[in-house]
C-alpha cells in the first residue's frame, strides 16, 4: 500500500475518500480516480485486510460518473450522482433502496434519470449482491420462479 501510495502522488486513494467524492460531485474529480481506488481496494482486500463495502461504491461510482459524464455532455456534478446510483443498485441489488436514497441526496429533480440508471443496473448486475444472505426469487428478465442458488 506504501508503494501504491507513493507511485499515486497522494493518498487520495486510501481510506474512505470522501473529499474525493465531493469533488466528484463538483465536477472536479481526476478522470483516473475510479481506476486506481478500484486498484487500491482490490490490493488492500487480497492482501487479507478488512475495508468498507459501502464507501468505496460511492467513491468509485462518483468518480466514474463525473468521468463519463464529460464524455456524455453530462454536467460532472449529475452524472456523479448517476454513477453513485447506477454502482450502488448494481452492488445491492436493491433497485428502489437505490432510488430513495439518490433522492434523499441528491433531490427529486433526477428522478426518472435516477430510475432508469436503478433498473439497467439491477437487470445488468445478475444475481447475487454484496450480501450473500439476500435472495432473488424471480428471474430479473422473465415472469417466472428461479432458484437462485442454482445458477
Known sequence: MIALTLLAGCRDYNGAGGHVIAAALGGTAKPEAFLLKIVFTAVTLGCGFKGGEIVPTLFVGSTFGCA????????????????????????????????????????????????????VSYVCSGYRGLYSSQTILYSKLRAEFINVHTK
Open 68 to 119: 463519463a459524464g464529460a464524455l456524455l455532455g453530462l454536467p460532472a456534478g449529475f452524472a456523479a450522482a448517476l454513477g453513485i446510483t447506477g454502482l450502488f443498485c448494481g452492488m445491492t441489488n436493491c433497485p428502489i433502496t437505490s432510488l430513495l436514497i439518490s433522492v434523499e441526496l441528491f433531490s427529486a429533480d433526477g428522478l426518472l434519470c435516477y430510475a432508469v440508471v436503478c433498473a
